[in-house]
């Protein structure tokens, strides 16, 4: 098993930036494709980006491309979302997820198997 947490969120004007990290412990972090995935108030939870067991692929949705990065670092344990040109359409609670068989191509919430507990993102206008 592996155990996430986030950290990093707040509130941020429109047009700003932040980082979100996801710390990993347990099992070697290496084995996991790692992705993140938003929820906002009276929405279901949805993709934002993933990243490959080696970090040599990353995948992203639409309406973050080009202005989000995620990336990983196996050494340390820890998954990274930086945000940049943030929208108040962003506001969510953005969550780090693992998946330790399957493809880092999935988008289904329910075919990740670990969760961390969220961190709040708030963009005003």
């Known amino acids: 098993q592996v155990q996430l947490v986030e950290s990093g969120g707040g509130l941020v004007q429109a047009g700003g930036s932040l980082k979100l990290s996801c710390a990993a412990s347990?099992?070697?972090?290496?084995?996991?494709?790692m992705a993140w995935f938003r929820q906002a108030p009276g929405k279901e939870r949805e993709f934002v980006a993933a990243?490959?067991?080696?970090?040599?692929?990353?995948h992203y949705a639409d309406s973050v491309k080009g202005r989000f990065t995620i990336s990983r670092d196996n050494a340390k344990n820890t998954l990274v979302l930086q945000m940049n040109s943030l929208k108040p359409e962003d506001t969510a609670v953005y969550y780090c997820?693992?998946?330790?068989?399957?493809?880092?191509?999935?988008?289904?919430?329910?075919?990740?198997?670990?969760w961390g507990q969220g961190t709040q993102v708030t963009v005003s206008s």
């Open positions: 997820a693992a998946n330790q068989v399957g493809s880092y191509l999935y988008v289904t919430t329910s075919l990740w198997n670990y």
């Open positions: 347990g099992r070697a972090f290496s084995n996991y494709a």
């Open positions: 990243i490959s067991r080696s970090g040599g692929n990353t």
